[in-house]
């Protein structure tokens, strides 16, 4: 009498082993880029949404925010709380005018900041002629690669950044590169005020 031996061949268990590795090899690089997708999606969304808000803020305060996220002082988180840059009520706020408090959806844990600006770093050259065009309301996001801030620009602007080697979308437009020395930063300007 023989005895019969179940279970899988080293040939069968290697077979299985490959086909799993080839679908993990073709599928890994779409999840990524779904993720990226997302992470955009989110951020560009937010920009929408803080356009509104800050829109709201001026209409009944006749003051422009500024939003901090990452300090606990109330007077850098103007979105959700009533105070001013010296702990005073704001006249006229009606908010909060946020559900949430802002988050980085490209770095978690990342850096933002709203205010309005006429800082050359952060002026938007919304004509085109190298020159920045005054005074934004500013959205502020660290921590942004190229091939991200490329897409995010693509999406506002439609500044065709999507060719690998074009800078002409770090300056020009809504969406740009931080003037200054952080190659990371990304700057987006919601509105001239």
């Not at 949404?49 to 001026?58: E, N, S, T």
């Not at 979105?79 to 704001?90: E, Q």
Request: glycine letters at 10%.
């Amino acid at each position: 009498m023989q005895v019969k031996n179940s279970g899988f061949t080293l040939m069968e268990v290697i077979g299985v082993l490959a086909v799993i590795a080839i679908i993990a090899a073709v599928a890994t690089p779409q999840i990524f880029q779904a993720i990226q997708d997302a992470k955009v999606t989110s951020l560009v969304q937010e920009a929408n949404d803080l356009k509104a808000a800050v829109a709201r803020y001026y209409k009944d305060t006749g003051t422009w925010p500024r939003h901090v996220p990452s300090r606990n002082e109330d007077h850098y988180n103007q979105l959700m709380r009533n105070s001013d840059s010296g702990g005073n009520a704001i006249a006229g706020w009606n908010g909060p005018y946020i559900e949430s408090q802002l988050s980085n959806p490209i770095t978690p844990g990342g850096y933002l900041d709203l205010q309005v600006t006429s800082n050359a770093n952060y002026a938007c050259d919304l004509d085109g002629d190298g020159n920045g065009d005054g005074t934004f309301i500013t959205y502020r996001i660290d921590g942004v690669p190229d091939n991200l801030a490329q897409n995010i620009s693509q999406m506002l602007d439609k500044d065709g950044a999507n060719t690998s080697g074009d800078t002409a979308w770090q300056a020009a437009g809504r969406v740009k590169r931080y003037g200054g020395n952080h190659a990371s930063i990304l700057v987006m300007c919601l509105a001239r005020v």
